[in-house]
């Protein structure tokens, strides 16, 4: 393996941001990370990041740049909140976003500009098997045992614990958040599926709601209780397709149920994509 590559991660400032980010993306595309060392979100994405960018091998490099130290530089970026993260690819911003998101967000982001290189042909293989939530817990469990006094940690344990299926836990650990916590986006987005979660305790099965909708199309319920079922399970699209149905057909039912249960979808999916359509299709029947 060659020793003198060049590191993938690599510190950002005014006077290496022209030849290491603009000319340097020109080859290999940059990811610029605006970050700072009180900013809770940024401990939870910084290594993330990182691990990416040695998975990908030198696909891209990531440049981090520390907002209170580089000002200037954030200004001209025109950074309203941190974390924010660019792309920068052949001289110019391609991409970026804000805020701390899931690592299966951030391959996905990824996905859409490089790709991993293969390694060099003496490295040792990497185990690049997902993470489980179970595996997220305790190694999260572990990191608050060490290191008592990083709430954000707490907030990504609560997100595992609700990924695992205990969302007693989960909804404890978020309500024990600090105030600058507990309005980050994924512990509003976490609280919003929480909701939904607690929704279909002691309710009918997929199948059960789909026999009573096929032995009375209209009941209300029935559509309602399988638009969550389907929005928490694997196909959000056809759930959401339940409550637009009964906003066309039932918009009073149970108190605006289906507008409610639509925001709290929005609020719940990761896919902006997605999320965009039905708030369209939405604004459509209700304007």
Same mark, same amino acid.
């Given at each position: 393996?060659?020793?003198?590559?060049?590191?993938?991660?690599?510190?950002?400032?005014?006077?290496?941001?022209?030849?290491?980010?603009?000319?340097?993306?020109?080859?290999?595309?940059?990811?610029?990370?605006?970050?700072?060392?009180?900013?809770?979100?940024?401990?939870?994405?910084?290594?993330?990041?990182?691990?990416?960018?040695?998975?990908?091998?030198?696909?891209?490099?990531?440049?981090?740049?520390?907002?209170?130290?580089?000002?200037?530089?954030?200004?001209?970026?025109?950074?309203?909140?941190?974390?924010?993260?660019?792309?920068?690819?052949?001289?110019?911003?391609?991409?970026?976003?804000?805020?701390?998101?899931?690592?299966?967000?951030?391959?996905?982001?990824?996905?859409?500009?490089?790709?991993?290189?293969?390694?060099?042909?003496?490295?040792?293989?990497?185990?690049?098997?997902?993470?489980?939530?179970?595996?997220?817990?305790?190694?999260?469990?572990?990191?608050?045992?060490?290191?008592?006094?990083?709430?954000?940690?707490?907030?990504?344990?609560?997100?595992?614990?609700?990924?695992?299926?205990?969302?007693?836990?989960?909804?404890?650990?978020?309500?024990?958040?600090?105030?600058?916590? +507990?309005? %980050?986006?994924?512990? @509003? #987005? /976490?609280?919003?599926?929480? *909701?939904?979660?607690?929704?279909? &305790?002691?309710?009918?099965?997929?199948?059960?709601?789909?026999?009573?909708?096929?032995?009375?199309?209209?009941?209300?319920? +029935?559509? %309602?209780?399988?638009? @969550? #079922? /389907?929005?928490?399970?694997? *196909?959000?699209?056809?759930?959401? &397709?339940?409550?637009?149905?009964?906003?066309?057909?039932?918009?009073?039912?149970?108190?605006?149920?289906?507008?409610?249960?639509?925001?709290?979808?929005?609020?719940?999916?990761?896919?902006?994509?997605?999320?965009?359509?039905?708030?369209?299709?939405?604004?459509?029947?209700?304007?």
């Amino acid at each position: 393996m060659n020793a003198a590559v060049t590191s993938p991660i690599f510190d950002v400032d005014q006077e290496n941001f022209e030849t290491e980010v603009l000319q340097a993306s020109l080859k290999t595309p940059v990811l610029v990370d605006f970050w700072a060392t009180w900013c809770g979100p940024c401990k939870t994405l910084g290594p993330m990041l990182e691990k990416l960018a040695a998975e990908y091998n030198g696909a891209f490099r990531l440049g981090k740049v520390d907002v209170d130290k580089n000002q200037e530089l954030a200004g001209v970026f025109g950074i309203r909140s941190i974390p924010t993260v660019m792309l920068v690819k052949d001289g110019q911003i391609a991409d970026g976003f804000a805020g701390a998101l899931p690592e299966g967000q951030l391959r996905e982001f990824l996905s859409r500009h490089v790709q991993p290189l293969e390694g060099d042909l003496d490295d040792e293989p990497q185990d690049t098997a997902p993470e489980s939530p179970e595996q997220a817990i305790n190694r999260l469990q572990q990191a608050i045992a060490a290191d008592a006094d990083r709430p954000e940690l707490k907030l990504d344990l609560a997100v595992a614990l609700a990924q695992a299926g205990h969302a007693s836990a989960a909804e404890a650990e978020l309500n024990a958040l600090p105030a600058n916590l +507990a309005t %980050d986006t994924r512990a @509003v #987005r /976490l609280r919003s599926q929480l *909701d939904l979660v607690r929704t279909l &305790e002691g309710t009918p099965a997929l199948d059960a709601l789909q026999q009573r909708l096929q032995a009375n199309p209209q009941d209300w319920e +029935a559509h %309602d209780l399988l638009g @969550v #079922r /389907l929005v928490l399970g694997d *196909d959000p699209g056809a759930g959401m &397709e339940h409550w637009l149905l009964m906003l066309e057909k039932a918009r009073d039912w149970n108190d605006g149920q289906a507008k409610k249960r639509l925001l709290a979808a929005f609020n719940t999916l990761d896919d902006a994509e997605l999320v965009g359509r039905y708030r369209r299709r939405m604004a459509s029947l209700l304007f």
